[in-house]
């Protein structure tokens, strides 16, 4: 099942964005820390929203890093915009684009899926990403997902939950596997008593000749 777009709901879920996923803020950190971030490295935070992971990722690639937010509505971008302003952010390049379309200068060394349930299941959004990071990058990604049958009554609770933030509610039963194709070996996690997940892991460099 898919909704309409969701950028008219995001117009008047961006004010109060921050409040509703700082509850989650361990998890985002816990994600974060999945993709190995060194000093100098490029990340790419794909449906970043109002920049709210930016201080985490930056605290990890240092003054020699850089992070690049994906955001395709424009009310989160201009959040995200005035939260790197505000605090001299001179090495994040905010990209207002759909993931699917989006660009950016330089290849990636890593991705982070924090919570963009319909990013990870648009298989154009992902090979568009992947295309622009380095061979061996590292990939993270958390979101929700159905609990297990026993908690059913839990699943109308997180549709419910979620039914202003995603067009789809396919794939919550396994919302990785398309990441799965496209990262051998990717390491899954169930969180939240199993209605939610934390997803890692690289991407085959290519063998030296």
Not at 5 to 31: H, I, Q, W
Not at 62 to 68: H, N, Y
Not at 122 to 149: C, N, T, W, Y
Request: charged share 25%; hydrophobic share 45%.
């Amino acid at each position: 099942m898919t909704r309409t777009d969701p950028t008219a709901d995001y117009r008047c879920l961006a004010a109060g964005y921050d409040r509703s996923a700082r509850r989650t803020m361990a998890l985002r950190r816990r994600t974060i820390e999945c993709l190995r971030l060194q000093p100098g490295d490029t990340v790419v935070d794909a449906g970043c929203g109002t920049g709210l992971g930016f201080e985490l990722l930056l605290a990890a690639v240092g003054a020699s890093g850089r992070v690049i937010g994906i955001e395709s509505s424009p009310e989160m971008m201009a959040l995200a915009r005035q939260r790197a302003e505000a605090a001299g952010w001179h090495n994040v390049l905010l990209v207002e684009s759909a993931a699917e379309s989006a660009r950016w200068p330089l290849p990636a060394d890593a991705l982070l899926l924090n919570y963009v349930h319909d990013i990870l299941r648009s298989a154009e959004a992902l090979d568009a990403l992947f295309a622009q990071l380095r061979p061996g990058a590292r990939v993270a990604a958390a979101g929700i997902k159905h609990p297990p049958r026993w908690l059913d009554p839990l699943r109308l609770y997180r549709r419910f939950k979620s039914r202003a933030c995603y067009r789809r509610y396919e794939g919550l039963d396994r919302p990785w596997d398309l990441l799965q194709q496209r990262v051998p070996g990717l390491q899954v996690e169930p969180t939240l008593f199993g209605t939610g997940f934390v997803a890692w892991g690289s991407l085959v460099a290519p063998v030296p000749e």
